[in-house]
């Protein structure tokens, strides 16, 4: 498992680092990549799958062994990469790579245009494809969370990859926000699960369910992160504007896997919390309200992609209601489902981008049919459509059966009635969308006062259509033959919740009430599409009071206006910007944080005069400073503070320090240049604007600091009295010439004992230095700038 | 910018004596007083006498490359010394000695420590450039900007190229290569 993340990784960096040379040939190299991961899931399928069938004495049905692997990653944190591959990975698996493969074929075809940036998409890919198998195999919950971040910073790189257009970016951004605040409550409720479980460790958790006070908040907070990923009411609305992106990014991440992550945790999760805190009602209410909204907005797009992805938001709250129920019969049709719709949803959002890119438009008023070429396309559309919509004998239809069948059969629990009705509203709106894109693509809404282009649209080429064929293959047989998947999503079933014992997966399971209500969504559904202008009109005129709420859309630009603002208003209040004001804070935080604990410690005096040499020095070293302190000239106050320094190597050398004295003397010399090099830039008096107060609190804070200074020189100096052992500066000298080879012991500390801190130092000089010319080059372009239109514009009479 | 004879010339004399001092001290750091960060602000000392009699377009002549090449050299021969004995499994900055034996020398003893004091050198003396550089007086300079806006340049290597091998040459500047044209590295 980590050679094939490994080789995405790889295949992945590899297209990025080659630029534009390979072209749309990137997405060939691309399609090895989840090609070689289906093999293996093939070789594995056996052993993981197992005989699900089969009963042991005591009535329990098993499944295959699942495949586990370890990789040290941080020891010292306890944090090691844990993989495992058990039945309900091999089917997220066959999503993510099955899909990944057919929609790598489908990007040579749709990407027929040399246009730069294209292999940057094939790169991207490659890496969201690892990083989601990353969410589908990870045992470990941080690992888990690790790859979610990864899958929602490749989908934000994968929506905005067309940097030129601000929608895109504006989508992109939109789409990383909502994931990733969720990402982050996620985070925090893994964290808080692994710690009350005492494991981190998915497999583990199911044997040692967590437990205490805070889980229930832990699992809201876990339930945050799902939803928001899975674009569930009122986190929807990232996913219809992530629809910027090219259509075979939409058919991949936005349909058939990301926007799945979220329904694949809550139903990794369900068996083992379904029953604790809210977690059951708050699955029941947002899936519920996701499917209605989802499917009425779906019934009122003109874009057939916009379309598909309301009708996505709709079908991901119908998987939430399935497999975050904790029921686990009712979690196999939400099997079947994630199967099915993987399917039918990548197969219609392919089609769309046939006609988008044939015809050069996907708004159902300027289609207006399509030619004889257009055949398979069409045929497929339906096909599709009838899935999503759940008639028979397509997968789509097997899977809706069976979850009302079982919701009917098993759903004892609070709001299982409730749930069921949303579910039975929620398939006649799907019903009537489902219609809606069918009627769309054959051209039955066209406008006449549009431009027809549909009509002399070219047919697409082989290559275009062949992997919506494979899909919609693959919709028709498992539909007609559902016990094809049946063990499969029995073993599923059983790797979620071993106790579990699963259901056979049937097309045609006789006259029961789930099939007369299937008849009932179909009818109603019907008369829906039949009616369906004044279906429109009174859609219009209900949703008419609910203009007036604010959309989330609105609530999203909102959060983030007051973000920004608060933002603002903090920046202004702490930065200023006034340089005296910075100085006071510091040197203010200078005195009391380190330096009041110290006057404690304050003790003897030492001897004030120990060598007469010290005198004159102190004498220059005072009266230079209150000369600096006094003088209105800028270059005077800067030679009088050179006057200090030189003085101060002076004492050094009488100290014995020639070491010191050497630095200090050169220091002195280039902070002086450097400081006239400054003031060129100032004026050369000091002008005091500050108002009358300010100027005793200044005074008070330099006296303060002095004084400050004087306590921590007196006070360290002392300190050494207080400890019994030797200084460490003897062991240095002690230790210098044979562990350092250096008779210099400042020379062997500065680079052998202390060696890290002088890199360190090195690095801020470095990181100095690139600001300083960032800050003087910027500032000074702008003033050329500035210069420049100040002498080429007329100025205005 | 007026210029003085004298310090012109004994500029010219004392600049690679300082240099040449500077190397000393890098050199002799270990066991005498120095080192490299004294040699370095030494050899910025010397840059910053070029700088006072030709103003920015000297230092930049002083060094064939550009200031921020030397301070990421710099850093990274620190940083490389200091990884070295990790990547031999020994610790961090785990020093090693070399003795050389070249004839008429002597004994030479080369530490591990050296190198990084080389580091330690370069971005001292790359710092200083860098200072230069970003509020140095290239009065030359922005009078070409503002002559011929049309034509910025069009990589960062042509800005800091020496003014003789760019194009049009100024008056202005053909005065200043009457004391400086012998620098030039062309």
Same mark, same amino acid.
């Given at each position: 498992?980590?050679?094939?993340?490994?080789?995405?990784?790889?295949?992945?960096?590899?297209?990025?680092?080659?630029?534009?040379?390979?072209?749309?040939?990137?997405?060939?190299?691309?399609?090895?990549?989840?090609?070689?991961?289906?093999?293996?899931?093939?070789?594995?399928?056996?052993?993981?799958?197992?005989?699900?069938?089969?009963?042991?004495?005591?009535?329990?049905?098993?499944?295959?062994?699942?495949?586990?692997?370890?990789?040290?990653?941080?020891?010292?944190?306890?944090?090691?990469?844990?993989?495992?591959?058990?039945?309900?990975?091999?089917?997220?698996?066959?999503?993510?790579?099955?899909?990944?493969?057919?929609?790598?074929?489908?990007?040579?075809?749709?990407?027929?245009?040399?246009?730069?940036?294209?292999?940057?998409?094939?790169?991207?890919?490659?890496?969201?494809?690892?990083?989601?198998?990353?969410?589908?195999?990870?045992?470990?919950?941080?690992?888990?969370?690790?790859?979610?971040?990864?899958?929602?910073?490749?989908?934000?790189?994968?929506?905005?990859?067309?940097?030129?257009?601000?929608?895109?970016?504006?989508?992109?951004?939109?789409?990383?926000?909502?994931?990733?605040?969720?990402?982050?409550?996620?985070?925090?409720?893994?964290?808080?699960?692994?710690?009350?479980?005492?494991?981190?460790?998915?497999?583990?958790?199911?044997?040692?369910?967590?437990?205490?006070?805070?889980?229930?908040?832990?699992?809201?907070?876990?339930?945050?992160?799902?939803?928001?990923?899975?674009?569930?009411?009122?986190?929807?609305?990232?996913?219809?504007?992530?629809?910027?992106?090219?259509?075979?990014?939409?058919?991949?991440?936005?349909?058939?896997?990301?926007?799945?992550?979220?329904?694949?945790?809550?139903?990794?999760?369900?068996?083992?919390?379904?029953?604790?805190?809210?977690?059951?009602?708050?699955?029941?209410?947002?899936?519920?309200?996701?499917?209605?909204?989802?499917?009425?907005?779906?019934?009122?797009?003109?874009?057939?992609?916009?379309?598909?992805?309301?009708?996505?938001?709709?079908?991901?709250?119908?998987?939430?209601?399935?497999?975050?129920?904790?029921?686990?019969?009712?979690?196999?049709?939400?099997?079947?489902?994630?199967?099915?719709?993987?399917?039918?949803?990548?197969?219609?959002?392919?089609?769309?981008?046939?006609?988008?890119?044939?015809?050069?438009?996907?708004?159902?008023? #300027?289609?207006?049919?399509?030619?004889?070429?257009?055949?398979?396309?069409?045929?497929?559309?339906?096909?599709?459509?009838?899935?999503?919509?759940?008639?028979?004998?397509?997968?789509?239809?097997?899977?809706? #059966?069976?979850?009302?069948?079982?919701?009917?059969?098993?759903?004892?629990?609070?709001?299982?009635?409730?749930?069921?009705?949303?579910?039975?509203?929620?398939?006649?709106?799907?019903?009537?969308?489902?219609?809606?894109?069918?009627?769309?693509? =054959?051209?039955?809404?066209?406008?006449?006062?549009?431009?027809?282009?549909?009509?002399?649209?070219?047919?697409?080429?082989?290559? =275009?259509?062949?992997?919506?064929?494979?899909?919609?293959?693959?919709?028709?047989?498992?539909?007609?033959?559902?016990?094809?998947?049946?063990?499969?999503?029995?073993?599923?079933?059983?790797?979620?919740?071993?106790?579990?014992?699963?259901?056979?997966?049937?097309?045609?399971?006789?006259?029961?009430?789930?099939?007369?209500?299937?008849?009932?969504?179909?009818?109603?559904?019907?008369?829906?599409?039949?009616?369906?202008?004044?279906?429109?009109?009174?859609?219009?005129?209900?949703?008419?009071?609910?203009?007036?709420?604010?959309?989330?859309?609105?609530?999203?630009?909102?959060? &983030?206006?007051?973000?920004?603002?608060?933002?603002?208003?903090?920046?202004?209040?702490?930065?200023?910007?006034?340089?005296?004001?910075?100085?006071?804070?510091?040197?203010?935080?200078?005195?009391?944080?380190?330096?009041?604990?110290?006057?404690?410690?304050?003790?003897?005096?030492?001897?004030?005069?120990?060598?007469?040499?010290?005198?004159? &020095?102190?004498?220059?070293?005072?009266?230079?400073?209150?000369?600096?302190?006094?003088?209105?000239?800028? &270059?005077?106050?800067?030679?009088?503070?050179?006057?200090?320094?030189?003085?101060?190597?002076?004492?050094?050398?009488?100290?014995?320090?020639?070491?010191?004295?050497?630095?200090?003397?050169?220091?002195?010399?280039?902070?002086?240049?450097?400081?006239?090099?400054?003031?060129?830039?100032?004026?050369?008096?000091?002008?005091?604007?500050?108002?009358?107060?300010?100027?005793?609190?200044?005074?008070?804070?330099?006296?303060?600091?002095?004084?400050?200074?004087?306590?921590?020189?007196?006070?360290?100096?002392?300190?050494?009295?207080?400890?019994?052992?030797?200084?460490?500066?003897?062991?240095?000298?002690?230790?210098?010439?044979?562990?350092? #080879?250096?008779?210099?012991?400042?020379?062997?500390?500065?680079?052998?004992?202390?060696?890290?801190?002088?890199?360190?130092?090195?690095?801020?000089?470095?990181?100095?230095?690139?600001?300083?010319?960032?800050?003087?080059?910027?500032?000074?372009?702008?003033?050329?700038?500035?210069?420049?239109?100040?002498?080429?514009?007329?100025?205005?009479? | 910018?007026?210029?003085?004879?004298?310090?012109?010339?004994?500029?010219?004399?004392?600049?690679?004596?300082?240099?040449?001092?500077?190397?000393?001290?890098?050199?002799?750091?270990?066991?005498?007083?120095?080192?490299?960060?004294?040699?370095?602000?030494?050899?910025?000392?010397?840059?910053?006498?070029?700088?006072?009699?030709?103003?920015?377009?000297?230092?930049?002549?002083?060094?064939?490359?550009?200031?921020?090449?030397?301070?990421?050299?710099?850093?990274?021969?620190?940083?490389?010394?200091?990884?070295?004995?990790?990547?031999?499994?020994?610790?961090?900055?785990?020093?090693?000695?070399?003795?050389?034996?070249?004839?008429?020398?002597?004994?030479?003893?080369?530490?591990?420590?050296?190198?990084?004091?080389?580091?330690?050198?370069?971005?001292?003396?790359?710092?200083?450039?860098?200072?230069?550089?970003?509020?140095?007086?290239?009065?030359?300079?922005?009078?070409?900007?503002?002559?011929?806006?049309?034509?910025?340049?069009?990589?960062?290597?042509?800005?800091?190229?020496?003014?003789?091998?760019?194009?049009?040459?100024?008056?202005?500047?053909?005065?200043?290569?009457?004391?400086?044209?012998?620098?030039?590295?062309?």
């Amino acid at each position: 498992m980590f050679l094939l993340l490994l080789i995405h990784l790889l295949i992945g960096s590899a297209i990025l680092l080659s630029g534009d040379r390979l072209g749309r040939r990137a997405f060939i190299v691309a399609g090895l990549a989840p090609m070689a991961t289906i093999v293996w899931a093939a070789t594995q399928w056996a052993t993981v799958v197992g005989d699900p069938s089969a009963l042991d004495e005591a009535g329990h049905a098993s499944a295959g062994t699942a495949q586990y692997e370890s990789v040290g990653w941080i020891s010292d944190l306890d944090l090691d990469l844990y993989l495992r591959f058990d039945a309900f990975a091999l089917v997220m698996t066959l999503l993510v790579s099955g899909i990944g493969l057919l929609v790598c074929v489908y990007a040579v075809g749709y990407f027929s245009h040399i246009e730069p940036g294209q292999s940057r998409l094939a790169g991207l890919m490659t890496l969201f494809a690892a990083a989601m198998l990353g969410i589908v195999w990870a045992d470990h919950l941080i690992a888990l969370f690790i790859a979610w971040e990864l899958t929602s910073i490749t989908s934000y790189l994968l929506i905005g990859n067309d940097d030129r257009n601000p929608r895109a970016r504006a989508a992109a951004l939109q789409a990383i926000f909502i994931t990733g605040a969720g990402g982050l409550a996620l985070l925090l409720g893994l964290i808080i699960i692994g710690q009350s479980a005492g494991t981190y460790r998915l497999s583990e958790l199911i044997d040692s369910p967590p437990s205490g006070g805070a889980v229930a908040a832990a699992l809201v907070c876990v339930l945050l992160g799902a939803f928001t990923k899975s674009a569930q009411a009122p986190f929807s609305s990232w996913l219809p504007g992530a629809m910027v992106a090219p259509t075979p990014i939409s058919a991949y991440l936005h349909s058939a896997t990301m926007v799945k992550a979220g329904v694949y945790l809550v139903a990794r999760l369900s068996p083992i919390v379904a029953t604790t805190g809210q977690w059951r009602l708050l699955v029941l209410l947002v899936g519920s309200a996701t499917m209605l909204i989802g499917g009425l907005r779906a019934m009122r797009q003109r874009d057939l992609k916009l379309l598909l992805a309301y009708g996505t938001v709709s079908q991901l709250g119908f998987m939430m209601l399935l497999v975050g129920t904790g029921e686990y019969k009712i979690a196999q049709a939400g099997i079947v489902l994630l199967l099915a719709h993987g399917a039918f949803k990548a197969t219609l959002f392919m089609l769309v981008g046939i006609i988008d890119h044939q015809v050069g438009t996907r708004n159902i008023r #300027e289609l207006h049919g399509l030619r004889d070429g257009w055949m398979p396309v069409k045929v497929m559309a339906v096909v599709g459509a009838a899935s999503m919509a759940g008639l028979p004998p397509l997968l789509g239809f097997v899977a809706k #059966e069976k979850a009302i069948d079982t919701y009917l059969e098993y759903g004892d629990f609070t709001g299982a009635t409730a749930t069921l009705l949303v579910i039975i509203a929620g398939s006649v709106l799907t019903f009537a969308y489902s219609a809606r894109f069918v009627l769309g693509v =054959f051209g039955v809404h066209g406008d006449a006062d549009n431009e027809v282009r549909s009509l002399s649209a070219p047919a697409p080429a082989a290559i =275009f259509v062949a992997p919506a064929i494979v899909l919609t293959v693959v919709t028709v047989v498992v539909g007609l033959f559902p016990a094809l998947i049946s063990d499969l999503t029995k073993a599923a079933l059983l790797s979620l919740d071993p106790d579990s014992s699963p259901s056979t997966v049937k097309l045609w399971a006789g006259f029961n009430t789930a099939f007369a209500i299937s008849l009932g969504i179909i009818a109603t559904g019907t008369l829906l599409a039949v009616f369906r202008r004044p279906v429109a009109r009174f859609q219009t005129a209900a949703a008419q009071p609910l203009r007036a709420l604010p959309s989330t859309d609105d609530m999203y630009g909102d959060t &983030i206006r007051a973000i920004d603002w608060i933002a603002r208003r903090v920046t202004r209040t702490v930065q200023s910007g006034s340089l005296p004001t910075y100085l006071l804070v510091i040197l203010t935080t200078v005195i009391v944080v380190p330096v009041i604990p110290m006057v404690a410690e304050f003790g003897d005096l030492p001897q004030w005069v120990e060598n007469p040499i010290h005198l004159p &020095i102190v004498a220059i070293i005072i009266g230079s400073s209150i000369g600096a302190a006094l003088i209105r000239r800028r &270059i005077a106050a800067v030679v009088m503070l050179g006057a200090v320094g030189f003085a101060m190597a002076a004492l050094y050398e009488t100290q014995g320090a020639p070491d010191l004295a050497l630095t200090q003397f050169a220091i002195e010399t280039l902070g002086t240049v450097l400081f006239v090099l400054v003031l060129r830039f100032l004026p050369t008096r000091f002008v005091d604007l500050a108002p009358a107060v300010v100027r005793p609190l200044r005074l008070a804070v330099s006296l303060l600091v002095g004084a400050a200074i004087f306590v921590f020189a007196i006070a360290s100096t002392n300190a050494r009295d207080d400890v019994a052992e030797e200084s460490i500066s003897v062991e240095m000298v002690e230790r210098s010439k044979p562990d350092g #080879e250096g008779k210099n012991v400042v020379n062997v500390i500065l680079v052998d004992f202390r060696g890290v801190d002088t890199m360190g130092e090195i690095t801020v000089l470095l990181v100095a230095a690139v600001g300083a010319v960032a800050l003087a080059r910027g500032s000074r372009q702008y003033d050329n700038e500035r210069n420049d239109r100040e002498q080429t514009e007329e100025p205005v009479a | 910018m007026r210029r003085s004879l004298i310090l012109d010339v004994s500029v010219r004399l004392l600049y690679p004596s300082i240099i040449v001092l500077s190397l000393y001290f890098l050199f002799s750091g270990h066991n005498q007083p120095g080192g490299g960060f004294v040699g370095g602000l030494a050899a910025s000392a010397a840059i910053s006498l070029r700088y006072v009699t030709g103003g920015l377009e000297a230092v930049r002549r002083s060094f064939r490359s550009e200031p921020w090449t030397i301070l990421g050299t710099g850093l990274a021969i620190s940083v490389g010394t200091a990884i070295f004995p990790m990547l031999l499994g020994g610790a961090i900055l785990e020093h090693g000695t070399l003795k050389l034996h070249p004839p008429v020398l002597g004994e030479i003893k080369v530490t591990s420590a050296l190198p990084f004091d080389v580091g330690v050198y370069l971005v001292v003396i790359g710092l200083v450039l860098m200072i230069f550089e970003a509020f140095g007086d290239d009065r030359d300079h922005e009078m070409e900007m503002i002559e011929a806006p049309t034509q910025p340049a069009t990589s960062v290597r042509e800005e800091y190229r020496p003014l003789s091998q760019r194009e049009p040459a100024s008056d202005q500047h053909a005065a200043a290569s009457f004391w400086l044209g012998q620098d030039e590295p062309s």
